[in-house]
């Protein structure tokens, strides 16, 4: 796919265009292959306003599609109050359990290696509480 195609549909993704743009932004992304690599957080080349929708599109694309990026998505959690936050949450706490262990001890590994407090913190809160 065209990367050039596929940014475009990025970009109307944005929170301030009309719903009908967004909307059709999300389906197309959802059966485009290879475009969940470009939705990301760490890549950073887009402004928070695009980061829910790119959630969503993420979410819809599930698991088994974004295999290979799912360790980037603990990026979302360094701070809680990022758009998306909540959906990417869900998403993850949907791989069984052996598996989320293993990608949230690598990103705790990370997190810890930039000494970055504040993502350990919201990693913890996020995946780690218990349930009564």
């Known amino acids: ?28 992304l959802v059966k485009m292959r290879g475009s969940h690599r470009y939705l990301v957080l760490p890549k950073r080349m887009y402004h928070k306003d695009l980061w829910e929708n790119a959630a969503i599109v993420l979410s819809k694309k599930g698991i088994n599609q974004i295999e290979d990026i799912i360790i980037d998505l603990f990026y979302w959690f360094q701070d809680l109050n990022w758009p998306g936050v909540d959906i990417i949450a869900s998403l993850l706490k949907n791989i069984p359990k052996p598996f989320l262990d293993a990608y949230l001890e690598k990103a705790k590994i990370i997190a810890s290696a930039i000494e970055d407090s504040d993502w350990l913190s919201n990693l913890d809160y996020i995946f780690c509480q218990k349930s009564d």
Not at 8 to 17: A, E, G, M
């Open 1 to 28: 796919m065209d990367n050039m195609i596929i940014e475009k549909y990025i970009s109307n993704l944005n929170w301030n265009k009309s719903r009908v743009t967004q909307q059709k932004a999300i389906d197309r």
